[in-house]
């Protein structure tokens, strides 16, 4: 599809998402849904994608070109929302100098570059100057109902808001998926009127203008009518995140992905999960997630933006985002690893442990209720429960730098900037304010006083009142 202009329409209010933000930046499956469609074009080959932008134009612009840096993206804007037709018409300096124009309707999340591809097939297969797709579905709903003649060819698409309680039985829909011969088409949306229940421009009136005029109009029948998904509400949106998840969860397990009851699973479809990986129910996985191979991801577990190496087992209920897991690491129950923490291989952290912004060295641990912070830890080291770093002074964040094979005793605060040298010990309950030297054991501990009788002079003093 090298000569192919994709025009992708996305300028509509959106009016039944009840929201001040523009329809196409509604999230799904952890990208806005403007995002789907112009994917889909790109993958499929397109050269240039034209977004045709309207409502919220500017920061539709932005998330594309943020999403698809280095692609070729036009965003011509239709200020007055007056149909399809109209759209397509704003896109029609951008579409110059190709042979042949992609329509897409900007609402379809699940539409694949497959499907695009095969299109381009149809469209060839039936001489070349239009071809569209569309759908036998079940519930018809809101969709235009295709018309075909005696010889089985499409003679037009009917609007549903205009169709006959006959037309409106027929259960063949239009996805809004055309491809067409640009020097055909902008020509015929001219003549296109408005002469309909809602005074628009409608695009598929081309479709019966074209067999008017002798071309055929070829079409591709989806195999898989979910694609047919559109959004216009809130409802349609949790409907299509949960086939695109869903959707993505089979292929994980046709690769060897074990996913336990997989439809309370939400594994984003830019994120990855290796083989003989196991993965428990409620588990959410976003930003470009990579877990590797034999890992274990346990219930309600979040991971977002975090690469996982192979052989770790993230206990249930982890929160962990932006960070790096090495191989063999073990994480919680209940660990929270915040943006750019490392666990380097077979460290380990353990029942309500947070990090942020630390380095865990090899085979390290820290196994329960401790907070690590702006901490560098060398390999080796063992960190006692109820360990914090105190790394804020109200103003700065300030480091910490425990050594290799350090034994941090429980109930211990390491007061930042601090050093722990290699191989030192620091009692149980110590409060660090200087650096201690390697080897060295550091203690702060108070003279431990003994008030003999105490308990029998209370007693007998409540006795008396």
């Known amino acids: 599809m090298n000569d192919t202009v994709a025009i992708v329409l996305a300028a509509g209010l959106g009016t039944r998402m009840k929201s001040d933000r523009p329809k196409g930046l509604h999230s799904l499956a952890g990208s806005p849904l403007i995002h789907w469609p112009v994917g889909a074009a790109l993958d499929a080959g397109c050269s240039r994608v034209v977004v045709v932008v309207g409502h919220g134009a500017d920061e539709v612009e932005a998330s594309v070109r943020k999403r698809f840096p280095g692609a070729d993206l036009v965003f011509p804007r239709q200020e007055q929302q007056l149909g399809t037709a109209h759209a397509t018409l704003c896109a029609r300096e951008a579409a110059e100098g190709f042979r042949s124009a992609l329509l897409i309707n900007g609402d379809l999340p699940l539409l694949t570059a497959g499907t695009l591809r095969s299109l381009g097939s149809a469209f060839a297969a039936s001489g070349g100057a239009f071809a569209l797709v569309t759908a036998s579905v079940d519930d018809p709903g809101g969709f235009g109902r295709i018309e075909r003649g005696p010889g089985r060819g499409i003679e037009r698409i009917v609007e549903r808001r205009d169709a006959t309680a006959e037309q409106t039985a027929i259960h063949e829909v239009n996805v809004g998926v055309y491809l067409a011969r640009t020097d055909l088409l902008f020509p015929l949306l001219d003549r296109v009127g408005d002469t309909n229940s809602v005074g628009e421009f409608y695009f598929t009136d081309v479709v019966k203008m074209l067999r008017q005029q002798g071309f055929q109009v070829g079409d591709l029948v989806l195999d898989t009518p979910e694609e047919a998904m559109q959004v216009n509400d809130r409802i349609e949106l949790a409907a299509c995140e949960l086939a695109l998840h869903l959707r993505h969860a089979r292929q994980l397990m046709s690769e060897g992905v074990t ?18 990986s196991e993965v428990w129910p409620s588990v959410e996985m976003h930003a470009g997630t990579r877990v590797g191979q034999r890992c274990i991801v346990g219930r309600g577990a979040v991971l977002s933006g975090v690469t996982v190496a192979d052989g770790v087992e993230i206990k249930p209920y982890c929160v962990l985002t932006d960070s790096i897991v090495e191989d063999d690491c073990k994480l919680g129950p209940f660990s929270h690893l915040r943006p750019a923490s490392v666990m380097r291989r077979g460290a380990h952290v353990g029942n309500f442990v947070e990090m942020k912004k630390t380095d865990l060295g090899a085979g390290s641990k ?58 030192a010990y620091v009692a149980a309950g110590a409060t660090i304010t200087k650096d201690v030297p390697p080897g060295a054991l550091a203690l702060t501990r108070v003279t431990q006083v003994h008030v003999d009788g105490y308990v029998q002079r209370k007693r007998l003093k409540q006795g008396s009142r």
Not at 265 to 276: L, N, S, Y
Not at 371 to 386: E, P, Q, S
């Open 366 to 423: 820290a196994n329960h209720l401790t907070y690590l912070g702006d901490c560098t830890v060398g390999r080796k080291v063992n960190i006692g429960a109820g360990t914090i770093t105190c790394n804020y002074d109200g103003v700065n964040k300030l480091p910490t730098v425990i050594e290799d094979g350090v034994f941090i005793g429980s109930d211990s605060q390491l007061v930042a900037p601090v050093t722990v040298g290699h191989d």
């Open 259 to 276: 996913l336990h009851r997989p439809a309370s699973i939400m594994i984003d479809p830019d994120c990855t999960v290796g083989r003989d």
